[in-house]
């Protein structure tokens, strides 16, 4: 069974940076090409980024390009959402998922973003 954990939401003010952790359970996890999602308040759930298994090849949603960076630590099976100049769109709880076989099978609860005023 595959666990995945994503800690490192909270409260941020516009132009902010926080940084999103995922940790997953399973030993191999270097297989798995992972993503980023994130569902906004009254929205459907969209594709934030991903990132290759062994090479670490990160690629993004155009929303997060040059804002957003993907990273992963096969040794430590964790994977991390740094974001940068935030804005209130950003608004989300966002979600790590681990695909294997073609789909995203497996998924985190989710950790929530929110803006200070």
């Known amino acids: 069974q595959v666990r995945l954990v994503e800690s490192g939401g909270g409260l941020v003010q516009a132009g902010g940076s926080l940084r999103l952790s995922c940790v997953v359970s399973?030993?191999?996890?270097?297989?798995?090409?992972m993503g980023w999602f994130r569902q906004a308040p009254g929205k459907e759930r969209e594709f934030v980024g991903g990132?290759?298994?062994?090479?670490?090849?990160?690629y993004y949603a155009d929303s997060a390009k040059g804002r957003f960076t993907i990273s992963r630590d096969n040794a430590k099976n964790m994977v991390y959402l740094q974001m940068n100049s935030l804005g209130p769109e950003d608004t989300a709880v966002y979600y790590c998922?681990?695909?294997?076989?073609?789909?995203?099978?497996?998924w985190g609860q989710g950790t929530q973003l929110a803006f200070s005023s």
């Open positions: 998922a681990a695909e294997l076989a073609g789909s995203y099978e497996y």
């Open positions: 399973g030993r191999t996890f270097s297989n798995y090409l």
């Open positions: 990132i290759s298994g062994i090479y670490g090849s990160a």
